[in-house]
């Protein structure tokens, strides 16, 4: 059975601070991980989605990476401002349908 | 292009009524699902959908039903609510098995 864990679950950090979000999963055998933000009451915007035959995607700030073996994803949010304060989600499919499996998400707050 | 839109924004029920939350996907979009969010949680998957036909079911009691129509729009129903059905609940539409695009949640109070 599929389990998705972020550690850590808040974190607190002064603006323009570089940060790691840590997300690890026990069935290595995904076709692709997705990583959300969250704003508090408000629905999941996708952030990035990555294959299982890519390492890395980038998108402006953010970058996310994939180590399938020790099924690793991590987010890489460079310069971090106050406007990045969210909870950030990542999920991974189940193996055979498209249902999302999400981790608990960590809440980032990052201090002007 | 419009995103998923979910209707209604807010809801406060008794226990014991039922509820209908209302999905549209995305254009072009044939696969619908449906999470359940408490509060410090992460969704949990309750049903999906994909041409009308349901494709999964997650871990909640037959007291949860859906269905989709030929516009691939689709429904939640709740019966019998429970003070533990209290929860934001998200739609999300996908082509395939592809990146999924949420909703922004209808909010369920239970009373």
């Known amino acids: 059975k599929q389990e998705v864990t972020q550690i850590p679950a808040a974190l607190s950090v002064p603006e323009g601070e570089n940060l790691v979000l840590n997300c690890s999963f026990t069935d290595s055998a995904i076709y692709n991980l997705q990583w959300f933000r969250q704003d508090p009451g408000k629905g999941l915007t996708s952030l990035l989605l990555i294959q299982s035959s890519q390492r890395e995607q980038t998108s402006g700030r953010l970058n996310a990476s994939l180590d399938k073996s020790s099924g690793r994803s991590t987010l890489y949010i460079a310069a971090s401002q106050p406007g990045d304060s969210a909870t950030y989600l990542c999920?991974?499919?189940?193996?055979?349908?498209?249902?999302?499996?999400f981790g608990q998400g960590t809440t980032l707050q990052v201090k002007p | 292009d419009a995103g998923v839109t979910q209707s209604p924004t807010h809801l406060i029920k008794t226990r014991g009524q039922h509820v209908t939350l209302r999905c549209s996907p995305i254009?072009?979009?044939?696969?619908v699902s449906w999470y359940q969010q408490v509060l410090g949680q992460g969704p949990q998957f309750i049903f999906q959908?994909?041409?009308?036909?349901?494709?999964g079911r997650g871990n909640f009691p037959d007291r949860f039903s859906a269905r989709q129509f030929p516009n691939y729009s689709s429904e939640l129903n709740v019966n019998a609510l429970l003070l533990g059905d209290s929860a934001l609940y998200l739609c999300?539409?996908?082509?395939?098995?592809?990146?999924?695009?949420f909703g922004p949640g209808t909010r369920l109070t239970v009373t």
């Open positions: 959908y994909y041409e009308k036909e349901e494709r």
């Open positions: 254009s072009g979009h044939k696969s």
């Open positions: 999920a991974v499919p189940s193996s055979n349908t498209g249902k999302l499996i």
């Open positions: 999300a539409s996908s082509l395939t098995d592809s990146e999924q695009y």
